[in-house]
């Protein structure tokens, strides 16, 4: 069990504040360990009774019952009803609860849902109703929305380098190798041999994410499909691409015919599932959105090895990919950046060129231009790593960060340069 300090405290600000508490997040990356023990204990620290704190989950079969909605309303409610009592109700992996037709009204357009479940506690003003999912689509937006305003997402990651690194048992300097290796899967970290986290990683794959969708989406003929793209994304993490492309990979390396409609519809289920995240292309200098193509990364990179069988261990696109993920958590809104300017080729034409900038950062009015880099030990390789971010005419904050250890530093264009585990270890470097 974790501290995950971030998330507990996020929770606790919130706590009887009126609203529900959704907590979402790939599946076995926190989120019942987060509710059902550190922040169930908080409150038992903080003198709520054992019996006023209501626990039910759904993921287990001895409770599939309580997945028709009707009947998880009547479960609850049985053990709510001192009105002199101030309940907390915890509801774990609420995507089980289905959709079902209303009994007592002859409309096919009559569902009950636990959307209405939910909203039935939260009308009493002695319930504070907590709920988790592992489903974005459902929870994320949909839900959301039908919460008319009254939910509160807090966003449950895999352990972060921070959290990795704070609890790492052996020597601190293999940290970041068995963190870019294993990731951040809490259950990793009680495995020994890299045969045991291999096949942990691999069973959540099998037996967890892919199961997940597959009933989810009721797919029957694409098994294959799925676990090829799932391979296909892991392998070009960082790279740019579109489903018509990838439409291209199935059949000129597969012989596999399948459509880019399809392929777009199953990358949606990875993203919905928390398996991927999507990260769009944003045009520096003519400020606007570029639709495509586009860069996907893994929500963990243990599991993205796990895809590949740890055979392509590019320290390049897996640090990309960490750093990603680490600016994603914080919560800050992240993009990739392209730079267009006009040079002279050898004929000497004008042309136009573009540069990547790895990722631009949004904090509310601040913006960071930030770059990946796994060496710039020679001058050359420097120039190229900054060739975008010198060309970006604004004076936002831009940032090399490097694999190597270093003190901070500032170069003559104003660019800062920082250590990769620095980086991820100090949440205030973007303050400074």
């Known amino acids: 069990m974790y501290p995950r300090k971030q998330y507990l405290e996020k929770l606790i600000q919130k706590k009887d504040n009126g609203r529900v508490k959704v907590i979402t997040g790939l599946r076995r990356s926190g989120k019942s360990v987060l509710l059902f023990q550190l922040y169930k204990e908080y409150l038992m620290q903080n003198g709520v009774p054992q019996d006023q704190i209501i626990e039910i989950q759904l993921d287990i079969f001895e409770n599939v019952r309580y997945r028709h909605p009707m009947e998880l309303d009547k479960y609850i409610r049985e053990r709510i009803g001192d009105k002199n009592k101030r309940f907390y109700v915890f509801i774990d992996e609420i995507q089980f609860v289905p959709e079902i037709q209303n009994p007592y009204i002859d409309d096919p357009a009559a569902k009950i849902t636990f959307v209405d479940v939910v909203l039935g506690f939260m009308k009493m003003p002695n319930v504070d109703v907590y709920v988790t999912g592992s489903n974005s689509k459902m929870l994320s937006s949909d839900i959301l929305t039908q919460f008319r305003d009254r939910a509160d997402e807090i966003r449950v990651f895999p352990l972060s380098y921070a959290e990795f690194y704070e609890i790492y048992q052996g020597d601190k300097r293999g940290a970041w190798q068995d963190y870019y290796t294993y990731g951040g ?12 986290k291999s096949r942990y990683l691999r069973n959540l794959f099998d037996q967890t994410y ?32 579109n489903p018509a492309k990838l439409s291209n990979t199935f059949k000129t390396e597969r012989n596999i015919r399948i459509s880019s409609e399809s392929i777009s519809l199953y990358i949606g289920y990875f993203e919905d ?160």
């Open 210 to 241: 892919i199961k997940d969708i597959l009933e989810r989406h009721r797919i029957k003929n694409d098994t294959e499909v799925l676990e090829i793209l799932l391979d296909v994304l892991a392998s070009a993490i960082g790279s740019l691409t």
């Open 273 to 432: 599932a928390f398996l991927l995240k999507k990260a769009v292309r944003y045009d520096v200098k003519g400020k606007k959105y570029i639709k495509t193509p586009v860069k996907y990364y893994y929500s963990d990179p243990g599991l993205r090895n796990a895809r590949l069988g740890f055979r392509q261990l590019e320290e390049t696109h897996l640090m990309e990919n960490i750093l990603y993920n680490d600016l994603i958590r914080r919560g800050l809104d992240v993009d990739v950046g392209v730079v267009e300017y006009n040079t002279i080729d050898t004929e000497g034409k004008k042309i136009r060129k573009q540069l990547e900038v790895d990722f631009v950062v949004n904090r509310g009015d601040e913006r960071f231009y930030i770059q990946s880099a796994l060496s710039i030990a020679d001058p050359e390789k420097r120039e190229q790593e900054i060739a975008s971010l010198v060309r970006i005419p604004d004076s936002f904050t831009k940032i090399v960060v490097v694999r190597e250890y270093m003190k901070p530093w500032t170069d003559e264009n104003g660019i800062k340069y920082v250590g990769i585990e620095q980086f991820l270890l100090d949440e205030g470097f973007l303050s400074h």
């Open 185 to 196: 899967m809490p259950v990793t970290l009680s495995l020994e041999t890299h045969e045991e």
